[in-house]
């Protein structure tokens, strides 16, 4: 059975850096794009980044990341990453990895993504 386990979320100063893992078991994403979304409270999923398997895995990132945050993928474990620096309050939420299963619309779009993990919550204090 598909599953996902993301780790590193916790709390830190406004400011600073995190490292998120998202780990994959069940089965190899190695060919599909993976994305990186969050959720704070009271408001709707949002898309953060994507690793796109057929650009050679380079990422896209949503326009509030402004380059703070690097997602990378290790194909050998399985395993995709979320560097997070500079990190500010607004940056608060729980943060989801998911496999991208339907290509039919934009890579950001929350409805090609099927494969959820349980979330991992990252708070950033003023």
């Known amino acids: 059975q598909e599953k996902l386990v993301e780790s590193g979320g916790g709390w830190v100063q406004a400011g600073g850096s995190l490292r998120l893992s998202c780990a994959a078991s069940g089965r190899s994403f190695v060919s599909h794009d993976m994305g990186w979304f969050r959720q704070a409270p009271g408001k709707e999923r949002e898309f953060v980044a994507a690793?796109?398997?057929?650009?050679?895995?380079?990422?896209s990132y949503a326009a509030f990341v402004e380059d703070r945050f690097h997602a990378s993928r290790d194909s050998a474990k399985n395993t995709i990453y979320l560097q997070m620096n500079s990190l500010r309050p607004e940056d608060t939420a729980v943060y989801y990895c998911a496999v991208r299963r339907y290509y039919t619309g934009t890579y950001y779009n929350i409805n090609e993504y099927d494969y959820w993990g349980q979330g991992t919550q990252v708070t950033v204090s003023s």
């Open positions: 690793i796109r398997s057929w650009n050679g895995d380079r990422a």
